[in-house]
């Protein structure tokens, strides 16, 4: 068979990602801080671009010379103005404005398949029906991975069982608020606190001495010596000659060992062994915990109850600026600057960049009220009686109920925060996986069950720790079908110990509470 070269001329259809459509779906998925990140460096390269405080007066000239785009609420009206036409200030260049400032976000990605993680991923095994259950390698086990322990929170779980004296507890929490990240405490706190809570020094030493005892070793320390001296303590290795070593620290580090042997009254041997001691020890016993940085959450979205028994749903203005189209600077400079050359193509761009922009941002707020909308609609009896009312919900719900995209409800839902009556939560909240009722019932969220298992726990009394079995049981009575693994797991996530490690510590806590 010959070979040849030949033109062939065909028709297909192809979904054609344009830069800007790209940025539109960029924003939408951006949380308010990075949006605001975002329109502060587009207003630094473009002049037609202007930043207003949502408190600022927009009324009389300056409505008249500029194109707002205020995204402070759901109402259409809102949006209704839009860019003058771009052809009556700079001509031809504007022939292919509406197909570049494509910024819908419905339906985008049609061939999408379905969101590449499940909104429970700890029920992937069990529930097969579930997207991606087959395919582990669609997840990123780092995104489940718990965040870690603060150090306060790890000093506090011990307190309760080394001090219980509640004038002791107060002096604790005053030392507390002292230490440090690397787990040291300064000198001058003990006198800061004694002079703040009118004790003795002795009195706030006692309760140093004390929080000393506590896990990791070496916590609470006021030097390097001492904090190595704790730590060899409770190893039973302080002994007369490492006591020498440790307290002649400034010899082992300009290396000077004749010195050291000679204090130490130990040969070189039994030296090296000191010295691989002391190398097991950790100088900054507070280094493997967070720091605890707290961040301030934004709610993007406010629901509030109306007077009829509905909710009114808005945006929040705090998270959404102001951007104005500055339409008589771009009037005034058409008309000095030449249309053509590289003065007009600037212009141009500027006009179609900024003309995007506000498009993008009417679409975006548009978009984010459809989604709040619909979870609050479906979530209405989580709203009024808590979240033992919380339903089950999945993307393809509110996707088909919006008539838009799955991946596009998704992204809208990705680090985006609502405040309602009943605390403020991120909208993934509101998405859990359906667990099945005893005798065909209406399904019951995950979330939901979860909840009541910590009630349960939390109810109980010294001498009647429930066991997983047992609480199987008890919501088998409640109308829930749970096996008994997936109840071990939920009391793991909600880092709940086992009924045995439980009644060890209700035992210990009423010793506590006797004494």
Not at 416 to 432: A, D, N, Q
């Amino acid at each position: 068979m010959a070979l040849s070269a030949s033109l062939l001329l065909r028709q297909s259809q192809s979904l054609v990602m344009t830069p800007q459509l790209m940025q539109s779906i960029q924003l939408l998925q951006m949380t308010h801080i990075e949006l605001t990140q975002f329109i502060a460096q587009e207003v630094e390269k473009n002049p037609l671009l202007e930043i207003v405080a949502n408190d600022s007066d927009l009324s009389g000239s300056s409505t008249a010379n500029s194109d707002s785009v205020d995204e402070s609420g759901p109402a259409p009206e809102q949006f209704a103005e839009s860019p003058p036409d771009p052809e009556e200030w700079y001509g031809d260049r504007a022939s292919s404005l509406n197909e570049q400032l494509d910024t819908s976000f419905e339906n985008v990605f049609q061939d999408d398949g379905a969101p590449s993680k499940a909104d429970a991923p700890e029920l992937i095994g069990q529930w097969k029906s579930m997207p991606g259950a087959d395919s582990a390698e669609a997840y990123d086990l780092d995104d489940f991975v718990a965040s870690k322990q603060t150090l306060r929170d790890h000093i506090g779980q011990q307190l309760p069982f080394t001090i219980s004296v509640p004038t002791d507890r107060l002096i604790a929490d005053a030392l507390l608020d002292h230490l440090e990240e690397t787990g040291y405490i300064p000198a001058e706190a003990l006198h800061d606190v004694s002079g703040r809570l009118g004790k003795s020094i002795a009195e706030v030493e006692t309760i140093l001495t004390a929080l000393q005892t506590l896990d990791p070793p070496g916590i609470f320390s006021r030097t390097l010596c001492e904090c190595l001296s704790i730590q060899l303590a409770q190893k039973d290795r302080l002994d007369p000659a490492m006591r020498a070593f440790v307290g002649n620290l400034e010899l082992l580090a300009k290396r000077d060992f004749v010195s050291l042997k000679r204090l130490c009254g130990v040969g070189e041997e039994d030296l090296l062994d000191m010295l691989a001691e002391i190398r097991s020890l950790n100088p900054r016993p507070g280094a493997g915990f967070e720091t605890g940085i707290s961040e301030i959450i934004v709610p993007d979205i406010i629901v509030r109850p109306a007077s009829d028994g509905s909710w009114l749903i808005e945006l929040n203005p705090e998270t959404l600026p102001r951007v104005l189209v500055n339409q008589t600077y771009f009037a005034q400079v058409s008309k000095i600057k030449a249309r053509n050359g590289e003065d007009g193509e600037f212009l141009s761009e500027c006009m179609q960049t900024a003309s995007w922009l506000t498009r993008s941002l009417d679409q975006r707020a548009k978009t984010i009220m459809k989604v709040a909308s619909e979870i609050v609609r479906q979530q209405d009896a989580f709203l009024i009686h808590g979240v033992d009312h919380l339903r089950p919900l999945n993307l393809k719900q509110v996707a088909d109920a919006i008539k838009m995209h799955e991946s596009t409800v998704s992204r809208v839902t990705s680090r985006k925060y609502m405040l309602t009556p009943r605390g403020l939560f991120e909208l993934k909240y509101f998405f859990s996986v359906s667990i099945g009722s005893v005798e065909g019932g209406d399904s019951h969220s995950a979330e939901a069950v979860r909840h009541r298992i910590k009630l349960m726990i939390a109810q109980e009394a010294p001498d009647g720790v429930l066991s997983d079995d047992e609480i199987v049981e008890n919501l088998k009575k409640n109308g829930v079908e749970l096996a008994r693994r997936t109840v071990a797991k939920y009391r793991e996530a909600m880092n709940i110990p086992s009924s045995v490690q439980r009644r060890r510590e209700k035992k210990a806590m009423a010793k506590i509470a006797i004494a």
